[in-house]
């Protein structure tokens, strides 16, 4: 079985700074994928930044040049760190993890119970 757990959520100021962490646990071969995304109340779930095991990142438009996306694959942890935040990044945010379980070849996707990032003064 796989965990994956985030932290770092939090009440902000607009202009001001979050890191988010996420990590996976449990029984890993490898980890192809990782990815952060949110949720705003009445929206649907959308994708934030994305970074695989090797290639480029990528981002939505609306964070390019504010969030950075890294990971560490020793310990198997992905991280979101934000800047220049606005009311609009107000959301619950997810990541997820496409693992490759110890005995398969296959990624299956694995999500985290989210953490709720509030940007207000």
């Known amino acids: 079985q796989v965990q994956v757990v985030e932290s770092g959520g939090g009440l902000v100021q607009p202009g001001g700074s979050l890191r988010l962490s996420c990590s996976a646990s449990?029984?890993?071969?490898?980890?192809?994928?990782m990815g952060w995304y949110r949720q705003a109340p009445g929206k649907q779930r959308e994708s934030v930044a994305a970074i695989p095991s090797g290639g480029t990142t990528n981002y939505a438009d609306s964070v390019k040049g504010r969030f950075t996306i890294s990971r560490d694959n020793v310990k198997n942890t992905v991280y979101l760190q934000m800047n220049s935040l606005k009311p609009e990044d107000t959301a619950v945010y997810y990541c997820n993890a496409a693992v490759i379980s110890s005995g398969t070849y296959s990624p299956y996707l694995y999500w985290g119970q989210g953490t709720q990032v509030t940007v207000s003064s």
């Open positions: 449990g029984s890993i071969r490898s980890i192809t994928r």
